[in-house]
């Protein structure tokens, strides 16, 4: 059985940092292709906030502008994103998922204050 933990959201100011962790268990992140993706308040749609490949070729939203970075540790079978000078405007829940398949956490609320 799939489980993807994500965790490491929180309340900060505008311009600091999180974060964020997603623990996987039934599957190795090292065989997949790994994504974060958000959703914002009042929003229906997941946006792409990064993904990594099985090589480690990372791909980021326009909107994330070199702020933040996807990296994995395959020995803890954990996926991270570093968020650095967050604005008001990332405020959402992030999601981790195994990219082009149905296997996706339940999600960390981030909210940044301005």
């Known amino acids: 059985q799939v489980r993807l933990v994500e965790s490491g959201g929180g309340l900060v100011q505008s311009g600091e940092s999180l974060r964020l962790s997603c623990v996987a268990s039934?599957?190795?992140?090292?065989?997949?292709?790994m994504a974060w993706y958000r959703q914002s308040p009042g929003t229906q749609r997941r946006f792409l906030v990064a993904?990594?490949?099985?090589?480690?070729?990372?791909t980021y939203g326009d909107f994330v502008e070199g702020r933040f970075t996807i990296s994995r540790d395959n020995s803890r079978n954990t996926l991270y994103l570093q968020l650095n000078s967050l604005k008001p405007e990332d405020t959402a829940v992030y999601y981790c998922?195994?990219?082009?398949?149905?296997?996706w956490g339940e999600g960390t609320q981030v909210t940044v204050s301005s």
């Open positions: 998922a195994v990219r082009y398949s149905n296997f």
């Open positions: 039934g599957v190795g992140i090292k065989d997949y292709a």
């Open positions: 993904a990594v490949t099985t090589d480690d070729t990372t």
